[in-house]
């Protein structure tokens, strides 16, 4: 798997394509800007860009922009954004035009390096990541009226684990429940989010969504 790595700290970036080549990937190219970042993934045409949410000139959001519109130009490109704080707001809009090959981690979860790298090839194969922390933050905020008024505490706990990206066997694990269990759960999720019509792997994508945006 191909992978561009945007981020200015040199020591950093350096780092993380030291870990991503050892763990089998082929560090295609590094940058410290986002400019040059899109330049990069437009001749290069990577699996994965892991991009530093705050880089050069105002170390805001340049690094989330530069993801947004690598995903608008090259959607077949996965978009895995690190941040250094937890910022749900930023994990929102990231995923505001889907989740597939998108992913919003926080820098200390690269000290789990197969955490990392199951991050990386789970974007770079079209899934969805996000931050354990920033799920959590989520679930602890007030919400307004909506459908997902109708799940109950188990519903919701198994949905943010969806939007943590993991697949029915990972919440089979994390729950110790059975995979007949978790199936029936996630039926019902869908149904009760009017998500019916789709196919399974687009109604995990909507019902996300709906999560994150609910609130």
Known sequence: MRVVIADDSVL??????RLLCERG??????????????????????DVAVVDVRMPPTYTDEGLRA????????????VL??????????????????AAGRGYLLKDRVGDLDVF????????SGGSVIDPEVVAQLVHRPRAASALGRLTER????????????????ICERLV????TIESHTRTIFRKLGLDA?????????????????G
């Open 12 to 17: 950093f970036r350096e780092g993380l394509a």
């Open 25 to 46: 990937f082929d560090v295609v190219a590094q940058t410290a800007n986002a400019d040059d970042l899109l330049r990069r993934v437009g001749g290069l045409r990577p």
């Open 67 to 78: 993801g947004e519109r690598i995903c608008e130009r090259h959607p077949e490109v996965g």
């Open 81 to 98: 954004v690190l941040s250094q704080y937890v910022a749900s707001e930023l994990a929102i809009r990231l995923l505001a035009a889907g």
């Open 117 to 124: 790298a199951e991050a990386v090839r789970r974007v770079g």
């Open 155 to 170: 519903e919701l706990e198994i949905l943010g684990l969806m939007a943590e990206g993991r697949s029915n066997a990972g």
């Open 177 to 180: 429940l059975s995979r007949r």
């Open 198 to 214: 789709a196919g399974d792997d687009n109604r995990r994508v909507l019902a996300v969504l709906t999560y994150l945006r609910s």
